[in-house]
């Protein structure tokens, strides 16, 4: 997490965890739930729920943005989410000003698509 994700400086937090909602790997000070990952890994791309209850993450509600069978987006003012599910892992970065939505994005996919290369 410290090293591909928040080392780019393109991430502010980040978590790896299952798809179980079972943390894997988390940044220093990163306060998000297993109850919250695991909400989020089984409404994964559910376009009748998330859009509605908005992607909740570390106590913080973000707006739903867009969803396909991969990646999850959220916005709350000028910070956002970006959710990616892997074959077996699901990367969820959160960003901060001045980072923008597509930094996070690039580093977050880019993270996810290596794992997938290597079967996680």
Same mark, same amino acid.
């Given at each position: 997490v410290d090293d591909q994700l928040l080392a780019t400086k393109s991430v502010s937090q980040a &978590?790896?965890? !299952?798809?179980?909602?079972?943390?894997?790997?988390?940044s220093a000070g990163f306060g998000v739930t297993a109850a919250e990952l695991k909400h989020l890994a089984t409404n994964?791309?559910?376009m009748s729920?998330?859009?509605?209850?908005?992607?909740?993450?570390?106590?913080?509600k973000y707006m739903f943005l867009s969803a396909n069978?991969? &990646?999850?987006? !959220?916005?709350?003012g000028t910070s956002g989410v970006h959710i990616m599910k892997t074959v077996?892992?699901?990367?969820?970065?959160?960003?901060?000003?001045?980072?923008?939505?597509?930094?996070?994005?690039?580093?977050?996919?880019?993270l996810g698509e290596y794992l997938i290369s290597v079967g996680y």
């Open positions: &978590v790896i965890c !299952g798809h179980d909602g079972n943390i894997w790997a988390t994964f791309g559910n729920v998330l859009p509605m209850s908005g992607l909740n993450v570390n106590g913080i069978d991969q &990646v999850m987006r !959220g916005k709350k077996q892992a699901i990367i969820l970065s959160i960003y901060h000003e001045p980072i923008v939505a597509e930094q996070c994005a690039n580093t977050t996919e880019k």
